[in-house]
C-alpha cells in the first residue's frame, strides 16, 4: 500500500532529519561529512539507500532530510515562532 510506504517515509524521515549534525560532530568513518548539515543526511540516506528501500521511498526521504530547512509553508509551526505563555 503506497499510502503506509508514504507515511512511512515521512516517519523515518522526522528521525533522520539531523542525522548530518550527528555525523559532523563525531567521527563515524568513510562518509563525507562536509557542507550543511541537511545535505550530509542526505549522503546517509543515499549511502543506506539499500537498507531503507523496503521501508520507505528512499527518493522522497532523501529529498525530506535534505531539505527540512527550506519551506515556509508551515509558517507559525516552527519552534521559533512558538510564543512561551504563562499557564
Do not use: C, N, W
Amino acid at each position: 500500500m503506497r499510502d503506509a510506504k508514504q507515511y512511512q517515509t515521512v516517519v523515518l524521515a522526522a528521525l533522520l532529519h539531523d542525522v548530518g549534525k550527528l555525523l559532523q560532530r563525531g567521527s563515524f568513518g568513510a562518509l563525507d561529512i562536509t557542507g550543511r548539515h541537511p545535505e550530509v543526511s542526505g549522503r546517509f540516506v543515499a549511502a543506506f539507500e539499500r537498507f531503507f528501500s523496503d521501508a520507505a521511498d528512499t527518493t522522497l526521504l532523501k529529498t525530506l532530510v535534505e531539505r527540512h530547512h527550506e519551506s515556509d509553508q508551515f509558517r507559525g509551526l516552527r519552534v521559533r515562532e512558538i510564543e512561551d505563555r504563562d499557564v
